[in-house]
């Protein structure tokens, strides 16, 4: 059978700031699904990740459906409206746009689709993140897919020999989508010389390069560029297929252990390390740090089995305690070095604006 799974994620009101969005918040939203999709998707999922609301959806109707992302638009509108009425943080702050225009894409949810054939057994993982941008998916993917280090079936699996394809998106530029398509291994320090430049150079899609199949979907779009102004982080979700010519699900979860500094933290301005969570996490320290939640699934003839949460386990509560440290270590240096983003990635403007009054009283010393 022929599958398409689409998630789409957005922020439309949270308690007390950024912390979560709240059950009665997510029963609308569910609700609307409930209501209006029946005739139009198989199955489909719905969680939170800090502020985060994501629908996944299980369909037939192949990527970039307008009827789909109207579903779940016309739900975070629904759920917007109660967010209001509650006097929630924030009430729609994801929906960029006062109408829905054929796609959610661009209008502020973030989007990551993929449709392919099912195998007799089709397992996969759901990842979305908050308080960080698509980039922060960049060194995951790196290892979990190109570093026999992490990822043992690249030696171990002839189903995975060749390799994968990455496609990569230039961020930055705002004329249109600017990808390159590079493979591994041949190409891998072409892919690491642009991926270590999280906020440029960005990881949208991953093919076997095996068998053709797609392998990783990432919410990677133009959004916080838009128009050449810079609207925020981009709060991303991914999803990947795992197991036969796919990595592992232990192996493309392995790369998280790391807790690797990504951008997002307190205002999206600053640096911080990646914690893996549970399902349904909320926000707490300094608004972050930014996190990660991973429900694992099996999708058979159009319909998800229960999720199961990758990061509910006694060893991620010994990562936690690790990333919390470098957390601590890099807040500790305040607003100093690399502890805040750069200039030109910050998302608050008033900085900027500073900037521009102070450089205005500087004089150039003659002789």
Request: hydrophobic content about 35%; charged content about 25%.
């Amino acid at each position: 059978m022929r599958v398409t799974l689409s998630v789409i994620k957005a922020d439309i009101g949270s308690i007390g700031g950024h912390i979560k969005p709240g059950e009665r918040l997510k029963a609308r939203v569910k609700d609307y699904i409930e209501d209006k999709g029946t005739k139009l998707v198989h199955d489909y999922y719905l969680s939170s990740t800090g502020d985060d609301i994501a629908i996944l959806l299980c369909h037939s109707r192949g990527e970039g459906d307008s009827e789909i992302h109207k579903l779940a638009w016309d739900a975070f509108k629904a759920g917007t409206d109660l967010a209001k009425e509650m006097g929630l943080y924030g009430a729609g702050q994801d929906l960029l746009k006062d109408a829905f225009s054929g796609n959610v894409k661009g209008l502020g949810p973030a989007v990551a689709e993929m449709e392919f054939e099912e195998r007799p057994n089709e397992p996969f993982l759901f990842f979305a993140a908050d308080k960080t941008d698509p980039g922060a998916y960049n060194l995951p993917l790196y290892l979990g897919f190109i570093d026999p280090m992490f990822c043992s079936g690249l030696t171990l699996s002839p189903k995975m020999a060749d390799g994968f394809r990455f496609n990569i998106m230039d961020v930055e530029y705002t004329e249109g989508d600017r990808v390159i398509s590079l493979n591994s291994p041949e190409d891998i320090y072409d892919i690491a010389a642009l991926l270590r430049d999280n906020q440029r150079f960005v990881v949208e899609r991953i093919y076997s390069r095996t068998t053709g199949e797609i392998a990783a979907s990432v919410s990677t779009t133009r959004l916080h560029n838009i128009a050449g102004t810079y609207t925020g982080k981009d709060d991303p979700i991914m999803l990947i297929r795992v197991q036969g010519e796919f990595p592992a699900a232990g192996e493309a979860l392995s790369p998280y252990v790391k807790g690797h500094l990504v951008a997002g933290f307190m205002r999206g301005s600053h640096h911080g390390p990646l914690m893996p969570v549970k399902q349904n996490a909320t926000i707490s320290y300094f608004d972050g740090p930014p996190v990660v939640s991973c429900a694992a699934f099996c999708v058979h003839e159009g319909k998800l089995t229960e999720a199961a949460d990758t990061f509910d386990h006694p060893f991620w509560d010994h990562v936690r305690d690790k990333v919390s440290r470098k957390a601590i270590d890099i807040r500790d240096q305040g607003f100093s070095g690399p502890a805040m983003l750069g200039y030109s990635e910050l998302e608050y403007g008033g900085i900027v604006e500073r900037l521009k009054r102070i450089d205005k009283q500087f004089k150039v010393r003659k002789g």
